[in-house]
């Protein structure tokens, strides 16, 4: 350990490096209070982006739309997720099936966009809100399992085996044993996956018909032209987006003692 | 998901201690994996099964299927402009990826290096973070700032450094930016993973035992960052190589990437069949990227064994 | 810690609750409705392409309410149309070529001229169209052609009168152009540059206009027929191909805009109503149509989207003062039918089709 982590080189770029990564933002922060539609021109501090943000119907119908799918898909994505985590890590020793449920993360969104819109156009079931939630569910659950699972790999099977040996039957257990304890696991992963939901653009805009979640809202309004609208759009979602991850973070926060080494990468 | 009173089926499963928490859990296992697999099989496996016979089909006016097998999308496909717009692709993709390793090598290493876990924690989260940010407003932020009227054109011309604005938007160069920008988190996070796993007293005791650097570089850190390397790539890759929203706001749709073709064929033009086949063939790539991966692990695990 | 736990998994059980009822209370059971009392026609229309307070007015007038849909293209029209259900719309709003493909196929009903008496009021010009000679199955909203947008005071010394300004453009326009990229549009420059037809399906002449469309891509800003006009306010463009309706929104936010029909012809498109098959609401969808033909409205659209309408008495209505500030408004009935009208192409579609795609990939 001699000179490690002194490189001052280092320390200058990490520095660059979050100034790439929070300037952009912050520059849609600032101007999101601008009273000018221009983005070299600052006329003052307003609030009138917000205030036409609460009045655009349009916008509005949208996020609600993407409140209902993200709620939906998560509550799917949660129940068949943690069943599967709970699968993979007791009771099969598939690698076949290991690597499968990675599968669904690992295919481009366009493919599985494309894939749905085909899908339910062949068996003719209407595209909209319901449509939109299964597809979200379908790489929803694979996320919601893998954050699952590191919770459950720390825990202490004995308790369980105690419970089963005083002759409780296994779903009880399960439900009074188990499930308490890896229920943080659980909601940091349905944060996750509710975060993501909201996020989702691509596979969204094939599988959603008429009905226009936020980021296809987001989509043809910056199609349309710059509105500093989007900006103040932006602040408020970072925001919201910051509060659900620390929460999910303090929520999946592995026990002190173990080194933290999971963390779980997303796609969009 | 409570009624496992009566399981679907254990034949086929000869549990050869028959105790009740054996059983119970056989039981139970299969109760666990199947709802999700069934999912999966209907909603990821035969819609792109679908989608691979429906490459064979034939496109009609106003986007019927003509159910007549053959090759024509196949040969349509290889016209030398739409390899093109693939190879493309894979260039804009590859460069994308290339340029986050590079940059988020360094980054990782800084990271993990830090003696204090409250630090790592905190710097991780601080990368972490924009990625959670919607990614059409993350790609909107590089318009606001490149555009001609933008925020740097007019940094630029304020300090006197340009008369003219640049026009730095609508280039292959501006959505190469875009894609890095948007997924750069996703190759800091398994290189952090990878290095923070290694023990230093490794590094020392093989320099202790007479390894030059560049040798402990090769058979001992290698060998050990090659799967988050590995994974950093996969997971920029992916993304990059189908984006659609990226080259079409930040390339002005004049530099078209496979999934704008993809849209273009399902959405626009209406012609199905030929946009399948179009999906078959960025499946491909995808598949020879994933054998390659595999290639690469597998090498990997042989020069740990081997040194 | 475990008890604020418990609080949390309860308050995302009510959240999830919650949103269940409110996705079964959500999914809106579309009843048939009866045609007694006032019913809710389902318009699919383009962004920014009907006067904002059309609803209310139709409303007031007869009753009946409109929801509104937007549409990117026609070719997303014709999608949407498609993939929905018999019914789901009423009243579709499609560019006279893909009305004529959309009647071909028999996915329109006909009209029933009895009860449109406002026909009357249109140009007799605007009757004998070939898409749809008598306005069997569609009625003109608005008429138009495509042209060249640009910035007066940015294009120095160069004359704009040609295609050629767009694809071969002099060195002060060069990276400061855009091309609209719907694929009846964007072939059009070079198609009409090298003297073809607007409607050609001949491969090698289409194969000319691809070559000649990707050479000029080099020269090109982008693509753009959404916000081509906010390009040339901004001055990010300085000439760009665009619709003469949507230039003047340019113009509008600065005189400097200026529209030109090229020397080499341009084309006539004329922008329709239809009711899609299955609409259970023919009562109220004639009554629209009657209500979009009264003088009184096509004067008001037409002074709110600031295209040109095909109703005479609407025309000469107009404000001397608008067609002042807005001359293509002022182009008379004779000369927009001098331009090449767009129609269908039937089976050469896919070729003019693998075209336009081509154009985009090179």
Redesign the interface.
């Known amino acids: ?1 001699t000179n ?2 002194r490189n001052p080189l ?2 200058v ?2 520095g660059a ?2 100034a ?3 300037l ?2 912050a ?2 922060i600032v ?1 999101s209070f601008n009273d000018s539609k ?3 021109v600052w006329r003052g501090f307003s609030l009138r982006w917000y205030e036409e943000l609460m009045h655009d119907g349009d916008m509005l119908t949208s996020i609600r739309n993407t ?2 799918i993200a ?2 898909a ?2 799917i994505s949660v ?3 943690t ?2 985590a ?3 890590e ?3 020793r598939s690698a076949a ?1 290991e690597n499968g449920v990675y599968l ?1 993360l ?7 966009g ?6 339910f ?2 068996i003719t079931f ?2 909209g ?2 449509s939109v939630i ?2 979200h ?2 790489w929803g ?1 694979a996320f919601a ?1 893998a954050i699952v699972r590191t919770r459950l790999r720390g825990f202490d099977r004995a308790v369980e ?1 105690a419970s ?2 005083l002759g409780m ?3 009880p257990t ?2 009074r044993i188990t499930l308490p304890i890896i ?2 696991g659980i ?1 940091a992963a ?1 944060l996750v996956v509710f ?1 993501l939901s ?2 989702e ?2 596979i969204a ?2 599988t959603a ?2 009905t226009v979640t ?2 296809i809202q ?3 309004m ?5 509105t500093p609208e ?2 103040a ?2 602040t408020i ?2 925001l919201f ?2 509060v ?3 929460t999910a ?1 303090l ?1 999946a926060r592995p026990r002190p003692g173990r ?5 779980e ?4 | 998901m409570t009624a496992s009173k009566t399981p679907t089926s254990g034949a086929g499963q000869p549990a050869p201690e028959v105790g009740f928490t054996q059983r119970a859990r056989a039981r139970l296992g299969l109760l666990t994996v199947v709802p999700t697999l069934t999912w999966w099989v209907i909603f990821l496996v035969l819609p792109i099964g679908l989608v691979l016979v429906t490459a064979f089909f034939k496109g009609a006016p106003y986007g019927e299927i003509i159910y007549e097998p053959g090759f024509g999308n196949l040969v349509r496909a290889t016209d030398p402009l739409y390899l093109g717009v693939l190879w493309h692709s894979v260039v804009i993709a590859t460069i994308t990826t290339a340029i986050c390793l590079v940059l988020g090598y360094p980054a990782a290493y800084f990271i993990a290096t830090r003696p204090q876990a409250r630090t790592r924690t905190v710097l991780l989260m601080l990368v972490i973070l924009p990625f959670w940010t919607n990614f059409l407003i993350r790609t909107y932020a590089w318009i606001i700032l490149l555009n001609r009227e933008g925020v740097v054109n007019g940094i630029l011309k304020r300090i006197g450094l340009i008369d003219e604005p640049l026009s730095l938007l609508y280039n292959d160069a501006a959505v190469v930016l875009g894609l890095v920008y948007g997924y750069l988190p996703l190759m800091i996070l398994p290189l952090y993973a990878a290095i923070e796993r290694i023990n230093p007293q490794v590094l020392e005791a093989a320099a202790d035992l007479g390894a030059r650097p560049l040798r402990v570089l090769r058979t001992v850190v290698l060998p050990l960052i090659i799967p988050g390397v590995v994974a950093g790539v996969v997971f920029v890759f992916v993304p990059s190589l189908g984006n659609i929203p990226v080259p079409e706001l930040l390339g002005g749709g004049r530099s078209e990437m496979i999934g704008n073709l993809i849209n273009r064929q399902f959405l626009t033009t209406r012609d199905w069949p030929f946009g399948s086949m179009l999906v078959l063939l960025l499946l491909l790539i995808l598949m020879g990227l994933l054998v390659l991966q595999s290639l690469v692990l597998r090498r990997n695990r042989k020069v740990r064994i081997d040194d | 810690m475990n008890r604020n736990i418990r609080k949390l998994a309860v308050a995302t059980v009510i959240m999830l609750a919650l949103a269940i009822v409110a996705a079964c209370g959500g999914s809106d059971s579309a009843a048939p409705e009866q045609e007694t009392g006032p019913v809710t026609l389902h318009v699919l229309t383009f962004n920014d392409y009907i006067p904002e307070d059309l609803a209310a007015e139709f409303k007031k007038k007869t009753g009946n309410d409109l929801e509104i849909s937007y549409i990117t293209s026609n070719e997303d029209g014709i999608a949407k149309i498609t993939a929905a259900a018999p019914g789901t719309y009423d009243i579709v709003f499609l560019t006279s070529p893909f009305t004529q493909g959309l009647i071909a196929a028999g996915k329109v009903e006909p009209l029933d001229a009895s009860k449109i008496p406002n026909l009357a009021n249109l140009y007799p010009e605007a009757s004998e169209v070939a898409y749809d000679p008598g306005n069997a199955h569609s009625i003109p909203y608005s008429w138009g052609t495509t042209g060249i947008c640009y910035r007066e005071d940015l294009v120095g010394d160069t004359v704009i009168d040609s295609w050629a300004d767009l694809l071969t453009p002099d060195e002060a326009l060069k990276g400061k152009i855009t091309m609209l990229d719907e694929d009846r549009w964007l072939l059009e420059p070079a198609l009409k540059l090298l003297g073809f037809s607007l409607n050609t399906t001949d491969p090698a002449e289409l194969q000319q206009a691809v070559d000649l469309s990707i050479a000029a891509k080099a020269t090109l800003l982008g693509y753009d027929a959404e916000t081509f006009y906010s390009k040339l306010v901004s001055g990010e463009a300085v000439a760009v191909q665009g619709w003469d309706g949507w230039c003047n929104y340019g113009t509008a936010e600065d005189p400097r805009i200026k529209f030109v029909i090229p020397k080499e012809g341009s084309d006539l498109f004329v922008d329709t109503l239809v009711i899609p098959k299955g609409s259970t609401r023919m009562e109220a969808t004639h009554q629209f149509m009657n209500f979009i033909l009264e003088t009184q409205n096509g004067q008001w659209v037409a002074e709110n989207i600031l295209y040109k309408v095909p109703n005479k008495g609407a025309m000469d209505a107009l404000d001397p003062a608008l067609l002042e500030q807005f001359p293509n408004m002022a182009i008379p009935p004779n000369l927009l039918l001098q331009q090449e009208a767009l129609e269908d192409l039937g089976e050469g579609h896919a070729a003019f089709a693998e075209a336009a795609s081509k154009v985009k990939a090179g």
């Open positions: 350990m490690r982590g280092l320390v770029y990490m490096l979050l790439f990564l929070y952009p933002i520059i849609l101007l221009l983005a070299m409140l209902v709620l939906i998560t509550l129940v068949f997720g069943l599967l709970f699968g993979l007791r009771h099969t099936l669904p690992m295919i481009p969104d366009v493919v599985t494309i894939g749905l819109l085909s899908f156009t062949a209407p595209l809100t319901g299964i597809a569910s379908v659950i399992a085996e089963l040996d039957r296994e779903v399960f439900l229920w943080p909601v349905a975060t909201i996020d653009f691509i805009y094939f018909g008429q936020f980021p987001v989509y043809s910056i199609r349309f032209g710059v989007i900006n759009v932006a979602m970072l987006s910051m659900l991850i620390l973070y929520f080194r933290s080494a999971d963390a990468e997303p796609t969009t």
